[in-house]
């Protein structure tokens, strides 16, 4: 059977981000400063959705020709496998349409977070709706292909470690970069884990399970090994939601990944109060460059409001300090754009934002995503339901205080206030450079942290300019009570 996964970069997509859902760029409104912005994030390649690269190896481990189409629809398949993000949802039932008339007899597949949650977007096209983890198809592929049903619910993966490493070879892997996290290229995508245990309402990663389910650290190494021989890839960005959730598969992670054949780059993303500054150093110590936070804003009242359990300030800032006493990068989301936000508001999130003083700043307006008990509550709230406005960096609510406009305009000053000022220089500088330490430069005083009650091996110090400041017993004590406060 030929196979064709057919896919698009145009809208400055990135699918394989908001829970599959897709986001857009920064679109540099604001002037000649917002345009420089969007320059350096716009510059990457980013790798296809991880999911179409599991897919490619499974078509292919099931004997099948497997080919990979970029906007152009070839005649002549078998089966089109599509994965839409919200903001191509028109590109991709245009090309839809376009292979099944065509190539009369064709099946056409939907899968991904948006037929999970938005299959009405594919309304009278003779298309199958794939629900649950497109991978599963690995076992259910001819249960799919002999349905008759317009929806198949195929399920999740019970055995991540089941499933064959992903095939990148259709998708010019050696083009994907990701400069915000690595210096070094190739990268690819990769996993730890799936799904996430917490509850924010806004949040599109619990819409298909509010649980975690892990890999075994062995088969991820394997896979980072496998992608380092056939692929050359030097950096690989983790694209778990809530990486480190079990600290024994992080030491264990951490120790298999300092016996590859050669040092390579990695990131990973997770709430800030999971990463003690043990194991901080652990990953830090085998290639750890960029760790991706939510810190959404500084309102605990908002927080609660959309069911996301806060953390301290000073914890947001100690964590800030100890990344890059070590030399990681941190790239902190925030949100603003909440239907009650003011202006004063959502200064309050640049004025915090600067104050935490992450490596990269992310200003994200608020998106109810289809399928997201947010969606359902403001529903009436929304402004637009065309998904094309859906990128994370257009307002798409009804504001009680401000017009769409002015929270564009004020988005638009979070970016260009935030990166261009001294002290962003001065401090990522260091970090995104390691080259400045040599001349003094990224020496900081990091509160150190009681240790936990497993504290895994032992790890050669780095050679940074890391000063630890013990704390003493006191702070030890009402250090473990907030963790277990944030985590709860």
């Not at 991820?220 to 959730?245: C, N, Q, Y």
């Not at 003690?276 to 990953?283: E, I, P, T």
């Not at 990091?446 to 704390?471: D, Q, T, W």
Request: proline share 7%.
């Amino acid at each position: 059977m030929r196979v064709v996964l057919w896919d698009t970069r145009k809208l400055d997509v990135a699918k394989d981000f908001a829970g599959g859902m897709g986001i857009g760029q920064f679109p540099g409104n604001g002037g000649i400063l917002g345009r420089v912005v969007r320059h350096f994030f716009k510059r990457d390649t980013r790798p296809v959705a991880l999911n179409f690269a599991y897919l490619a190896a499974i078509f292919r481990k099931l004997g099948h020709q497997v080919e990979y189409s970029l906007d152009r629809v070839p005649r002549g398949a078998d089966l089109y496998v599509f994965n839409p993000s919200l903001i191509t949802v028109a590109l991709e039932r245009q090309a839809m349409v376009q292979a099944l008339a065509e190539t009369p007899g064709c099946r056409v597949f939907v899968t991904g977070a948006v037929a999970n949650s938005l299959a009405e977007a594919f309304d009278g096209v003779n298309v199958t709706i794939i629900k649950g983890e497109p991978e599963q198809l690995y076992w259910k592929l001819d249960e799919a292909l002999a349905s008759t049903e317009r929806t198949v619910d195929v399920g999740k993966i019970k055995d991540l470690d089941a499933l064959p490493f992903p095939d990148w070879s259709p998708f010019k892997p050696r083009k994907f970069r990701i400069g915000f996290d690595f210096s070094q290229f190739p990268t690819a995508f990769i996993q730890q884990s799936r799904g996430c245990t917490l509850k924010c309402n806004y949040c599109p990663y619990i819409i298909l399970e509010n649980a975690n389910r892990l890999r075994s650290p062995e088969r991820i190494v394997e896979e980072m090994r496998a992608g380092i021989k056939a692929h050359g890839f030097r950096s690989f960005k983790f694209r778990d939601p809530l990486f480190g959730v079990d600290r024994k598969r992080v030491f264990r992670l951490a120790e298999l990944i300092g016996q590859l054949p050669r040092k390579i780059q990695f990131s990973i993303e997770s709430r800030l109060d999971l990463l003690k500054f043990d194991v901080l150093k652990a990953l830090r110590e085998v290639g750890l460059t960029s760790i991706t936070v939510g810190i959404e804003t500084p309102s605990e009242e908002t927080l609660r409001r959309y069911h996301r359990a806060p953390i301290r300030d000073d914890r947001q800032r100690d964590f800030i300090l100890q990344c890059r006493a070590l030399g990681i990068r941190t790239v902190a989301g925030f949100m603003i754009g909440f239907p009650e936000d003011t202006e004063e508001s959502i200064l309050n999130v640049l004025r915090y934002a600067k104050s935490v003083n992450p490596t990269f700043a992310n200003f994200n307006i608020v998106t109810p995503y289809p399928g997201t008990e947010f969606f359902q509550v403001i529903k009436s709230q929304i402004a637009t339901f065309d998904p094309t406005q859906y990128t994370v960096y257009t307002p798409v609510l009804k504001y009680k205080n401000l017009t769409p406009e002015r929270v564009s305009e004020l988005h638009a000053k979070c970016f260009k206030s935030y990166y261009f000022r001294s002290r962003w220089l001065v401090t990522a500088g260091p970090v995104l450079w390691p080259s400045l330490r040599k001349f003094g430069l990224g020496e900081v005083e990091v509160p150190a942290e009681p240790l936990p009650v497993h504290a895994g091996p032992p790890k050669p110090h780095l050679g940074l300019n890391v000063i630890e400041r013990p704390a003493d017993g006191a702070e030890a004590e009402h250090a473990c009570e907030t963790r277990h406060h944030d985590a709860a």
